[in-house]
């Protein structure tokens, strides 16, 4: 059930599970802070890695164990790529027509949630991918490479392609966020975007991302 926060306790634990090390960079260097400023009391975040490797069993059985010992626990996992970890019907949400996709994240969430069944769990899957945040903050990715910033403007151009949101950035797997930055020598393990982002610009254009944020930053106020 989680941690019982009191009247007088002055510490809210909260714990990411992240899928790989750009997600961990994103949480210490930017989405801590952020979240810090919205609390009173002191907000003592940990994070733990998956380490890319996403398994059905492993994360319900990492979220049980680790919620005793947090107030909070939330999730930073990509929509794309967790087939192999046999979520329910998966297969069946990413490849329906009729969802977008932050209904196929949503449906993902409520899996995660009901199997892990503890009510200070928030899962939180980003649609489609972690780099759907990049295109958020353009001005960020370019900062973090020269290589980036030369092509500006098509990157630009590939956001406004899908309506100038992100999360829209999800068509076929040739055209996943990533996909579509690794043809201007985008590394994501050796990216800096964490280093330069702003979360309220992520929050303006990711929907989903930004009702996340508002959740978590609501739960902590009450705590």
Not at 6 to 24: D, P, S
Not at 171 to 187: C, G, H, M, N, R
Request: hydrophobic share 40%.
């Amino acid at each position: 059930m989680g941690n019982q926060c009191y009247w007088w306790q002055t510490v809210i634990n909260l714990c990411f599970i992240v899928e790989g090390y750009a997600e961990e960079n994103f949480v210490k260097h930017k989405l801590s802070v952020y979240l810090r400023n919205k609390v009173s009391k002191t907000l003592n975040i940990d994070v733990q890695n998956l380490q890319g490797g996403i398994l059905y069993n492993k994360l319900i059985d990492r979220l049980k164990n680790v919620a005793p010992q947090y107030d909070i626990v939330t999730t930073l996992i990509d929509l794309v790529g967790l087939g192999a970890a046999k979520l329910g019907n998966y297969g069946e949400i990413i490849a329906s027509p009729n969802l977008s996709s932050q209904d196929k994240s949503i449906q993902v969430e409520q899996i995660i949630a009901n199997a892990a069944s503890c009510r200070n769990i928030i899962p939180y899957v980003q649609p489609h991918e972690f780099e759907a945040l990049c295109f958020a903050d353009i001005e960020a990715l370019t900062q973090s490479d020269p290589l980036l910033a030369r092509n500006k403007n098509k990157i630009e151009q590939i956001l406004q392609d899908h309506a100038s949101n992100p999360e829209n950035i999800n068509t076929i797997p040739s055209k996943y966020p990533a996909k579509q930055l690794e043809k201007f020598a985008y590394t994501k393990g050796a990216s800096n975007f964490a280093l330069y982002c702003d979360i309220d610009k992520i929050k303006v254009k990711c929907p989903h991302f930004n009702t996340w944020i508002s959740q978590l930053s609501d739960r902590l106020s009450l705590l």
